[in-house]
């Protein structure tokens, strides 16, 4: 993915660099997929995240642009958190589920769901396939333990 050098450093987390380049590139700056430095922000799961939201919301963030996918920031959050909850971190579940409550104080709105969105549906394919492997794996093993080969 191209990204910005703001977008670089808001997906790293890092503070001091985003005070840094903020004032460049400006808080609405898109990617080429149309994501805005909080799409990125609602992403990562970072500890600083929630802080780097709050800088960018204050610097005039627009707080409801709609990337390529569809989604706002909020929408990019609620997904990210349960991506991460998928995955086993529930660290970076909380703090996406942070960044998306601040998001909603501060007017953001979700326009996708679980129907709707090529992310979710991306996710749902991954967990069928999973689960698929994970029955294909307990049939053959009754049939082992019932002596059918």
Request: glycine share 8%; hydrophobic share 35%.
């Amino acid at each position: 993915m191209v990204s910005t050098p703001l977008h670089v450093v808001v997906a790293e987390g890092d503070i001091l660099l985003v005070k840094a380049r903020l004032p460049k590139y400006g808080p609405n700056i898109l990617d080429i997929m149309g994501d805005t430095p909080l799409h990125t922000a609602a992403s990562s799961g970072r500890n600083e995240q929630r802080q780097i939201t709050q800088m960018l919301l204050q610097a005039g963030a627009a707080v409801n642009v709609i990337n390529r996918f569809g989604e706002t920031p909020l929408d990019t959050a609620v997904f990210w958190a349960m991506r991460h909850r998928l995955d086993g971190d529930r660290g970076k579940e909380r703090i996406c589920k942070r960044v998306a409550k601040l998001l909603h104080r501060n007017g953001g709105v979700r326009l996708t769901s679980w129907v709707n969105s090529q992310h979710w549906r991306r996710v749902l394919c991954e967990y069928q396939k999973v689960t698929g492997d994970v029955e294909e794996i307990d049939s053959s093993s009754d049939e082992d333990r019932h002596g059918k080969h």
